[in-house]
């Protein structure tokens, strides 16, 4: 998979398309609710992401200044950004360029997230509300053992048949992905904001770039933060611990020199003990602040704009890249917190 990105990245420039150049374009729930309409773009010059921003951006910048930009892991180490598009929509309506690890897809954010929520609904929340105003109700008894059985039933066919071809090396899986790819999006930024011509020239903040992950894509962020260009880590729902994973282990956290903000789903996430084990050992001489809300490992990603999780982001992004103070109560202010999202617990140390 590496191999043929970098190959198709070096066939662009070879053909003379080393300038972005937008071949896909939507607009995600009218573009959020930020005072910038955001837009999601696929760009033939670099195939293997999706750029959401905000609309009219030259435009935006002549006016505001260039603007802070993120690099974005997805959720299980995935080739595909579909699941975090109202997320990733919401935070580039307050005026942030956002590059993320996949192709461009217009497949259908809400039957994604009906999927994920039916198979993993986090038993801390009373009700789960999509943004197209759909209930998804946890599975009964009887839909769990189903469940279970299949899951039991493809466990033992796929031993079967690993058993049956175990001299035969299996296929890498299409949704493969690697850290340093957000390395190398991040240096197609920093080429097209340098190129005269290019939809981003002169567009870009690269003194103010945030590494955003979900899940695996947090693993992937830990692999890549020693880069001195990532000025913040948003570790959503994710946390290395004890574990190996992406090229990650509980060392990276000895390269981090950048303040990180872990947003996890309480005690009902699968990444709440790894990502305790990661705010203890994290350096004395590094900021972190870690929110715990009862949402489970889905977080709020399938709600209206995003929902508490996107809020939370956009705080935290205004204060570490545009150094909006004001933004800061939430991270820092217990009252403030309790007053804003009263089911959430945050910590922090090295402030």
Partial sequence: MKKLLLSAMLFAVSAGMVKAQTVHKQIVEEGGTGPFKSEVVG????????????????QLVAQ???????????????????????LLSEVASYGYVAAA????????????????????????KGEVVMANGEKILPLTPEEKKARDEQAAQQRAQAAKAAKKAKKQQPAAPQFRTYPKMLLEVLD??????????????????????????????????????????IRTCVMLNTGI??????????????????????????????AYANAQKDFERIADDIPVVMLNSK?????????????????????????????????????LDDEYLKLKFPEWQGVRKNF
Avoid at 43 to 58: E, I, K, M
Avoid at 64 to 86: D, H, Q, S, T, W
Avoid at 297 to 317: D, F, I
């Fill in 43 to 58: 760009d033939a010059s670099c195939p293997g992401f999706t750029v959401y921003r905000p609309q009219n951006l030259q």
């Fill in 64 to 86: 505001k200044g260039a603007l802070p930009v993120i690099v974005y892991a997805n959720g299980a180490c995935f080739n595909n950004n579909v699941e975090m598009r109202l």
């Fill in 101 to 124: 690890i996949g192709p461009y897809d217009e497949a259908d954010v809400m039957a994604q997230w009906r999927g994920v929520l039916k198979s993993a609904y986090p038993e801390t």
């Fill in 188 to 229: 197609w930024l920093t080429e097209q904001n340098a190129a005269a011509g290019s939809e981003y020239y002169h567009c870009l903040d690269l003194q103010h770039v945030a590494a955003m992950g979900q899940s695996c894509g947090g693993a992937q962020v830990l692999a890549i933060a020693y880069d001195p260009r």
């Fill in 241 to 270: 611990g004890d574990m190996e994973m992406m090229g990650a282990t509980k060392e990276c956290l000895k390269n981090l020199h950048q303040p990180m903000f872990y947003m996890i789903g309480g005690p009902a996430d699968i």
């Fill in 295 to 331: 949402d489970g490992h889905s977080g709020t990603y399938y709600e209206a704009h995003g929902g508490n999780y996107a809020k939370a982001v956009v705080k935290w992004l205004d204060w570490q890249l545009k150094g909006q103070v004001g933004q800061s109560a939430l991270f």
